[in-house]
């Protein structure tokens, strides 16, 4: 009953506001949605908001790099084609054959496929992070994740580095520009962008590792995977 008493206590806590009032009081308020909520589940928000906008920030970057991809999906604009990706859920996504997560990733690096190679990459990305993050926006004290997800999905981020670097066509071509390794205009923003949301990721999995009580550890990797693992369906 005591440990009860403490955790209500600093969950009421972390609900509360204070700020001055117009008599040059304090007033001290308790938003209700964050009785709720512990942390975690506010680090967890903010860290799948932080993850999916990196990832619709590469797809802009790519989009400018490769501008006739968006062009392939009869979108208007680069704009409408990243609105499309915002919007995922929303809209239809026939060229991608109902895949998802690495299979649709994976498309992107696929001689025969012949759509917006940005929008089936980010588009499986994204997924990968919705699966990971159990397919919700907000985090609540009830609520679960699980570490292997989202560990797997930061390693899944490697392998697109990986694949946009060496992936090419039969004639030789990447199938995506994106870092510019010329030594009189180099350009690593990309690298450095999927680096930040491995980054994300990772921390999100050691937190939920803490909060499951399991012990984890980043695995050591002698070399990149080329495969994009499985995300949805670990338990």
């Not at 117009?22 to 001290?28: L, M, P």
């Not at 390794?181 to 939920?208: T, W």
Request: glycine fraction near 6%.
């Amino acid at each position: 009953m005591r440990g009860l008493a403490v955790l209500l206590a600093l969950v009421l806590a972390a609900a509360c506001s204070t700020r001055l009032g117009k008599d040059g009081r304090s007033e001290t308020t308790v938003d209700v949605k964050y009785l709720a909520k512990t942390e975690v589940d506010r680090i967890a928000d903010t860290n799948r908001a932080e993850v999916v906008d990196s990832l619709l920030m590469i797809a802009d970057k790519l989009y400018k790099r490769n501008p006739k991809e968006w062009k392939k999906a009869g979108q208007p604009s680069r704009e409408a084609a990243l609105e499309r990706l915002r919007n995922r859920h929303a809209q239809r996504w026939p060229e991608l054959n109902g895949l998802r997560e690495g299979q649709a990733a994976a498309l992107a690096f696929t001689e025969a496929y012949p759509g917006d190679r940005v929008a089936a990459l980010v588009f499986g990305l994204l997924t990968m992070v919705d699966a990971a993050y159990e397919h919700k926006e907000a985090f609540y004290i009830l609520d679960s994740l699980n570490e292997m997800k989202l560990y797997n999905s930061a390693r899944n981020m490697d392998v697109a580095v990986w694949k946009l670097g060496h992936d090419r066509n039969a004639a030789g071509e990447l199938f995506l520009l994106s870092n510019e390794l010329d030594p009189a205009n180099r350009n690593l923003s990309f690298e450095r962008e999927f680096g930040r949301v491995m980054g994300l990721l990772d921390f999100m999995a050691k937190i939920v590792a803490d909060r499951n009580g399991r012990g984890f550890s980043r695995l050591t990797q002698t070399a990149v995977s080329t495969i994009f693992l499985p995300v949805s369906f670990l338990k």
